[in-house]
């Protein structure tokens, strides 16, 4: 059984930071893509960062140059540092994974983090 654990979330102030993190434990397998999304109330999921084993990173426009995304391959963590920090970016963030075990492909989801930003 996989688990994904969040961390991080919380109350800050517009122009703060948080840094989120994910841990994953378990019988997961190869991990290849890392990736953090995030929900609004009444919005869909949107895809914030994601980062490859390679350590090639991607990024939404709307975080582009305040995010910063990385992960740990020996811990099986994945960050989300997140600076100059707008109410616009309040919302649920998801960590998520995606890995191979014996030859098949699986998704994860973590159950999420509150972060709010709000003066």
């Known amino acids: 059984q996989v688990h994904l654990v969040e961390s991080g979330g919380g109350l800050v102030q517009p122009g703060g930071s948080l840094r989120l993190s994910c841990a994953a434990s378990?019988?997961?397998?190869?991990?290849?893509?890392m990736a953090w999304y995030r929900q609004a109330p009444g919005k869909q999921r949107e895809l914030v960062a994601t980062?490859?084993?390679?350590?090639?990173?991607s990024y939404a426009d709307s975080v582009k140059g305040r995010f910063t995304i990385s992960r740990d391959n020996v811990k099986n963590m994945v960050y989300l540092q997140m600076n100059d920090l707008k109410p616009e970016d309040t919302a649920v963030y998801y960590c998520?994974?995606?890995?191979?075990?014996?030859?098949?492909?699986?998704?994860?989801w973590g159950q999420g983090t509150q972060v709010t930003v709000s003066s």
């Open positions: 980062i490859t084993s390679g350590s090639t990173t």
């Open positions: 998520n994974v995606g890995a191979i075990s014996r030859f098949t492909p699986y998704n994860y």
């Open positions: 378990g019988s997961i397998g190869s991990i290849y893509t």
